[in-house]
């Protein structure tokens, strides 16, 4: 079984491991086949979650933490980090606390270890389909979401608070206002996405960033091959005697950021665990630095074909 390294969150007192697994699938799985998969990456090594009620993973997570306990995988709950996220349509400042118990009931947990602000909008009504009527989008209240965030950790709900996809704009308005700042950003960075601005400036406010879809999120509607079929990837990894993969995730890893892999193969599972006993040379680096970046499409894939990023925060 793999050993993570942790990382510590800054002044929140906590550590993390450095990578975690992801639970949002597409496409969809049924919970049988999500409980699986957790229980085998439990077995392997893994011991961050990540999950949100957007995704539908909490339940079979919550199943899953429960079998992993009775089968002796893990001996307490308190071995896990688990993360999971404010729906947008809860944004409100008297809907936050409310829609982390919910949270709590579909994991069978009484906290979790970091809670996060899924996006930095406001939907006025639930929807479970993409892309999101116009209409439907709203400028999230930063000041009352985030009071209702901070309750969550006062009242013990919560070990950790944080954001998901915000922008050095967006941080910096949340930094003015917030008593307890966010310990964690996570967004979209990879070798073709490298958050270059956002990861100097999060680094320079203590704010940790975790990576999500390192690898371009290759077979979902919003991603693409560009990654895990780059020549340049590949030339290195070759060289290395590593999977294009796994160059991916260690770049991402030594830009002093974690991440969040996805992947129900067994194999790929501990693949994806086995970058940290060798590094990426300055050569290589510098390489990998000059690939030509992609433009986050997570956003557009959401909200469909409409000005509403640019309205909600020009750097987006």
């Not at 209409?135 to 965030?149: A, C, F, R």
């Amino acid at each position: 079984m793999a050993t993570i390294p942790l990382v510590s969150l800054g002044c929140s007192g906590l550590s993390m491991p450095v990578i975690g697994m992801g639970t949002s699938v597409y496409p969809p799985a049924d919970p049988e086949t999500i409980i699986s998969a957790i229980l085998e990456a439990i077995k392997a090594g893994y011991r961050h979650f990540d999950t949100a009620f957007a995704y539908g993973s909490e339940k079979p997570l919550g199943q899953a933490i429960a079998e992993a306990l009775r089968l002796g995988l893990i001996k307490s709950r308190d071995e896990l980090f688990i993360t999971t996220k404010l729906f947008t349509a809860f944004a409100d400042r008297d809907q936050v606390v409310p829609a982390m118990k919910m949270s709590l009931q579909n994991l069978q947990l009484e906290y979790v270890d970091m809670y996060l602000i899924h996006w930095p909008l406001k939907l006025s009504q639930l929807v479970r389909q993409t892309p999101v009527p116009r209409e439907y989008v709203q400028p999230l209240d930063i000041k009352g979401v985030w009071e209702g965030m901070e309750e969550c950790q006062n009242l013990g709900l919560t070990k950790g608070i944080g954001v998901s996809n915000f922008s050095c704009n967006k941080l910096e308005e949340l930094l003015s206002i917030a008593k307890i700042p966010p310990a964690v950003n996570q967004v979209e960075m990879s070798p073709l996405w490298n958050q270059k601005k956002l990861l100097e400036y999060c680094k320079a406010k203590g704010i940790h960033i975790t990576a999500y879809s390192p690898l371009g999120a290759n077979g979902t509607k919003w991603g693409d091959n560009r990654i895990v079929e780059c020549d340049v990837l590949q030339e290195i990894a070759t060289a290395r005697g590593k999977t294009t993969a796994q160059v991916s995730l260690r770049w991402v890893y030594q830009q002093g950021v974690s991440l969040v892999t996805k992947s129900f193969n067994k194999e790929r599972m501990r693949q994806n665990l086995e970058i940290f006993d060798w590094s990426l040379s300055e050569e290589e680096l510098k390489k990998i630095s000059e690939l030509p970046q992609r433009k986050c499409v997570l956003f557009a894939s959401i909200l469909g074909p409409h000005d509403i990023v640019l309205e909600l925060d020009s750097e987006l």
